[in-house]
Protein backbone atom coordinates (compact mmCIF):
# COMPACT_ATOMS: atom_id res chain seq x y z
CA UNK A 1 0.00 0.00 0.00
CA UNK A 2 1.29 3.49 -1.40
CA UNK A 3 0.09 6.50 0.36
CA UNK A 4 0.21 9.98 -1.06
CA UNK A 5 0.25 13.42 -0.43
CA UNK A 6 -0.01 15.74 -3.17
CA UNK A 7 0.22 19.94 -2.37
CA UNK A 8 0.96 23.14 -3.83
CA UNK A 9 -1.85 24.65 -5.61
CA UNK A 10 -3.54 27.71 -5.81
CA UNK A 11 -4.39 30.85 -7.63
CA UNK A 12 -1.51 32.08 -10.18
CA UNK A 13 -2.14 34.69 -12.89
CA UNK A 14 -1.42 33.62 -16.62
CA UNK A 15 2.01 32.95 -17.12
CA UNK A 16 3.33 33.23 -13.96
CA UNK A 17 4.54 29.69 -12.15
CA UNK A 18 3.56 27.48 -9.79
CA UNK A 19 5.44 24.15 -8.14
CA UNK A 20 3.37 21.32 -6.85
CA UNK A 21 4.94 18.88 -4.64
CA UNK A 22 3.89 14.99 -3.87
CA UNK A 23 5.49 12.75 -1.22
CA UNK A 24 4.99 8.91 -1.22
CA UNK A 25 4.93 5.93 2.20
CA UNK A 26 4.60 2.94 2.51
CA UNK A 27 5.86 0.20 0.16
CA UNK A 28 7.47 2.78 -2.35
CA UNK A 29 10.68 1.58 -3.88
CA UNK A 30 11.18 4.07 -6.20
CA UNK A 31 9.60 7.37 -8.02
CA UNK A 32 10.45 5.88 -11.47
CA UNK A 33 6.20 4.16 -10.98
CA UNK A 34 5.54 8.11 -9.97
CA UNK A 35 3.78 10.50 -11.97
CA UNK A 36 1.09 13.47 -12.32
CA UNK A 37 -2.21 13.78 -14.02
CA UNK A 38 -5.07 17.04 -13.96
CA UNK A 39 -8.55 16.46 -13.97
CA UNK A 40 -10.87 19.39 -15.89
CA UNK A 41 -14.50 19.27 -14.21
CA UNK A 42 -16.57 16.51 -16.18
CA UNK A 43 -13.59 14.71 -17.92
CA UNK A 44 -11.18 11.86 -17.08
CA UNK A 45 -8.38 12.27 -15.30
CA UNK A 46 -5.31 12.77 -17.98
CA UNK A 47 -1.50 12.68 -18.01
CA UNK A 48 0.22 15.67 -17.61
CA UNK A 49 3.92 14.17 -17.00
CA UNK A 50 5.74 10.96 -15.50
CA UNK A 51 8.24 9.21 -14.88
CA UNK A 52 8.85 5.92 -16.86
CA UNK A 53 10.44 2.43 -15.47
CA UNK A 54 13.57 3.41 -17.24
CA UNK A 55 13.56 6.62 -15.03
CA UNK A 56 12.66 8.94 -18.68
CA UNK A 57 10.19 11.77 -18.36
CA UNK A 58 7.14 11.72 -20.84
CA UNK A 59 5.06 14.38 -20.98
CA UNK A 60 1.47 15.78 -22.69
CA UNK A 61 1.68 17.83 -25.33
CA UNK A 62 -0.42 20.53 -24.23
CA UNK A 63 2.88 21.13 -21.51
CA UNK A 64 6.12 20.01 -23.12
CA UNK A 65 8.05 23.47 -22.81
CA UNK A 66 5.87 24.32 -19.93
CA UNK A 67 6.01 21.97 -17.13
CA UNK A 68 8.82 20.04 -16.15
CA UNK A 69 8.35 17.07 -13.21
CA UNK A 70 11.26 16.26 -11.43
CA UNK A 71 11.96 14.19 -7.97
CA UNK A 72 14.12 12.70 -5.07
CA UNK A 73 14.26 8.91 -4.72
CA UNK A 74 15.58 9.16 -1.27
CA UNK A 75 12.61 10.95 0.12
CA UNK A 76 10.25 9.53 -2.48
CA UNK A 77 9.13 13.11 -3.52
CA UNK A 78 7.98 14.20 -7.00
CA UNK A 79 7.74 17.93 -8.49
CA UNK A 80 5.60 19.52 -11.14
CA UNK A 81 7.37 22.60 -11.64
CA UNK A 82 4.79 24.66 -13.98
CA UNK A 83 5.88 28.05 -16.22
CA UNK A 84 4.17 30.18 -18.19
CA UNK A 85 0.37 28.87 -16.91
CA UNK A 86 -2.60 29.52 -18.91
CA UNK A 87 -6.03 29.48 -18.25
CA UNK A 88 -6.59 25.93 -19.64
CA UNK A 89 -4.14 24.52 -17.17
CA UNK A 90 -6.99 25.15 -14.53
CA UNK A 91 -7.69 21.86 -12.90
CA UNK A 92 -7.18 19.30 -10.11
CA UNK A 93 -4.08 18.00 -10.28
CA UNK A 94 -3.58 14.77 -8.82
CA UNK A 95 -0.09 12.67 -7.98
CA UNK A 96 0.02 9.18 -8.83
CA UNK A 97 1.91 5.88 -8.36
CA UNK A 98 2.19 2.67 -10.04
CA UNK A 99 -0.18 3.82 -12.95
CA UNK A 100 -3.82 4.54 -13.42
CA UNK A 101 -5.43 1.06 -13.88
CA UNK A 102 -4.17 0.08 -10.13
CA UNK A 103 -2.01 2.41 -8.73
CA UNK A 104 -2.48 4.91 -5.80
CA UNK A 105 -3.43 8.86 -5.95
CA UNK A 106 -3.10 11.62 -4.14
CA UNK A 107 -6.14 13.51 -2.61
CA UNK A 108 -5.56 16.13 -4.99
CA UNK A 109 -4.79 19.93 -5.64
CA UNK A 110 -6.56 22.74 -6.95
CA UNK A 111 -4.73 25.08 -9.49
CA UNK A 112 -6.56 27.93 -10.70
CA UNK A 113 -4.98 30.27 -13.36
CA UNK A 114 -6.68 33.05 -13.47
CA UNK A 115 -6.11 37.13 -13.79
Known amino acids: QVQLMDSGGGLVQPGGSLRLSCTASGRIFTIYSMGWYRQFPGKERELVAR???????RYAEAVKGRFTISGNNANYTIWLQMNDVKSEDTAVYYC?????????WGPGTQVIVAS
Open 96 to 104: NYGGTAFGS
Open 51 to 57: YTNEGRQ
